[in-house]
């Protein structure tokens, strides 16, 4: 299971946050998909888009990422609006003209976390991690 692969206080805030997004974006909730990454995975990421088919997912390297840790400070997420799976930065649940995405990010950063979504040059939407020095 995912959440056990993140640190403790990861895991507390990731279920604070999916409460209140709940709260937020009625017929949404939030899914973690993926925690920690073995070396391998993240070099297998960090193909795609360059050496394999498909976009560029990530610009970390092996050993560059957060999710390399563990137990990792760092999750994705994925949005999912009533019972269906959302990639799309654009998506909105509730139709209240915010994406579902920049609502759970503004939650995240109320609550301390780190939202890839505002990283500026490759921002990483369903990207959440706890900040430096509080791992």
Same mark, same amino acid.
């Given at each position: 299971? +995912?959440?056990?692969?993140?640190?403790?206080?990861? +895991?507390?805030?990731?279920?604070?946050?999916?409460?209140?997004?709940?709260?937020?974006?009625?017929?949404?909730?939030?899914?973690? +998909?993926?925690?920690?990454?073995?070396?391998?995975?993240?070099?297998?990421? &960090?193909?795609?888009?360059?050496?394999?088919?498909?976009? +560029?997912?990530?610009?970390?390297?092996?050993?560059?990422?957060?999710?390399?840790? &563990?137990?990792?400070?760092?999750?994705?997420?994925?949005?999912?609006?009533?019972?269906?799976?959302?990639?799309?930065?654009?998506?909105?649940?509730?139709?209240?003209?915010?994406?579902? &995405?920049?609502?759970?990010?503004?939650?995240?950063?109320?609550?301390?976390?780190?939202?890839?979504?505002?990283?500026?040059?490759?921002?990483?939407?369903?990207?959440?991690?706890?900040?430096?020095?509080?791992?």
């Amino acid at each position: 299971m +995912i959440l056990d692969q993140l640190v403790p206080a990861l +895991i507390l805030t990731l279920l604070t946050l999916t409460t209140q997004f709940e709260a937020a974006v009625p017929g949404a909730t939030l899914r973690p +998909i993926s925690g920690h990454r073995s070396h391998a995975e993240q070099a297998e990421l &960090y193909a795609q888009g360059r050496t394999k088919p498909g976009p +560029i997912v990530t610009k970390a390297r092996p050993g560059e990422s957060n999710h390399n840790r &563990y137990p990792s400070p760092a999750v994705d997420v994925v949005v999912v609006c009533r019972g269906v799976v959302s990639w799309s930065a654009r998506a909105d649940c509730d139709g209240d003209g915010v994406s579902d &995405y920049l609502e759970m990010g503004r939650l995240a950063e109320k609550l301390g976390l780190v939202w890839g979504g505002s990283w500026k040059g490759f921002p990483d939407p369903p990207h959440l991690e706890l900040p430096a020095g509080t791992r």
